[in-house]
């Protein structure tokens, strides 16, 4: 055969816009939602981001070879990270610079679960060479998680509460619930669009709650200086009138003297009359 060009390698190639996805449909409706459950939280997780692509039961087109003999691999859930977050058809490697996915999370049912754990785990290490495998039953919770070490997937170890770390993701994988999440560094469940939403709620009527409260307590604050501000009133009037009584008796009492006074120099006077009349008093 002759040797070809680069140029007529790609015009041998097809076109990209027409490749559509070819997989089929989810298990069941419980392989759905967790599949769902996946796309959102990360989606919502990475919502400042551009940088990234998310693949729901999406096909990965590779070769020339494979689509001679349809032998199509779409996993359930795959992200391939710096590219772009625009929609696509399908998965084409070379129409993305030959990118493959970074990570792969395949949900096991009873009809896929065997070449889940052996066929495409060889595929994804051997010639994907995807950095991170992950596989889950959403009806049995079977899940492990492996980690590629020169075209080989080793097994990650899980922490203390069975979660698994990503480093694609920057987050621990775990079962919660009966479901897969992830889970932060910390600890904490990444939520749903409905489940952060609904947390704001909650913090939003704390918060009028904790505010309703301060202004109870600050009602409460201003009637207690009313009241102190009225008993210092009352005081200041008992005091007054006190002050105003000992003024009175002060006066009554200076009054009586005086009078006294007046009666001493009466009699006085009276007595120096009888005297003057010869009138003895003794």
């Not at 989606?43 to 070879?65: C, M, P």
């Not at 003297?257 to 009466?266: C, F, K, L, V, Y």
């Amino acid at each position: 055969m002759a040797a070809i060009t680069a140029r007529e390698l790609e015009l041998q190639m097809p076109d990209a816009s027409k490749l559509l996805s070819d997989e089929p449909e989810m298990e069941s409706s419980l392989h759905y939602m967790q599949l769902l459950l996946l796309v959102t939280c990360l989606e919502w997780a990475w919502q400042e981001r551009d940088d990234f692509f998310i693949g729901a039961n999406l096909t990965i087109y590779f070769s020339r070879q494979q689509l001679k003999n349809r032998d199509f691999r779409g996993p359930d859930f795959f992200l391939v990270k710096n590219t772009t977050r625009e929609p696509r058809n399908s998965w084409v490697v070379w129409e993305e610079d030959g990118r493959y996915p970074d990570l792969i999370i395949e949900l096991l049912s009873d009809s896929t679960a065997n070449v889940d754990r052996t066929t495409k785990l060889d595929l994804y290490a051997e010639r994907f060479h995807t950095p991170e495998y992950f596989y889950f039953s959403p009806q049995t919770l079977e899940f492990a998680g492996f980690r590629l070490n020169f075209n080989q997937y080793r097994p990650i170890p899980p922490n203390d509460q069975e979660w698994l770390w990503s480093e694609s993701l920057g987050f621990f994988l775990g079962i919660h619930n009966g479901q897969l999440r992830y889970f932060s560094l910390e600890g904490t469940i990444i939520p749903t669009p409905q489940e952060a939403a609904k947390d704001e709620i909650l913090k939003v009527n704390q918060a009028i709650k904790i505010a309703k409260q301060e202004s109870q307590r600050a009602e409460q604050e201003s009637q207690r200086a009313e009241q102190e501000s009225q008993r210092a009133e009352q005081e200041s009037q008992r005091a007054e009138q006190e002050s105003q009584r000992a003024e009175q008796e002060s006066q009554r009492a200076e009054q009586e003297s005086q009078r006294a006074e007046q009666a001493n120099r009466e009699l006085y006077e009276l007595k120096q009359k009888m005297r003057s009349l010869g009138i003895s008093l003794d």
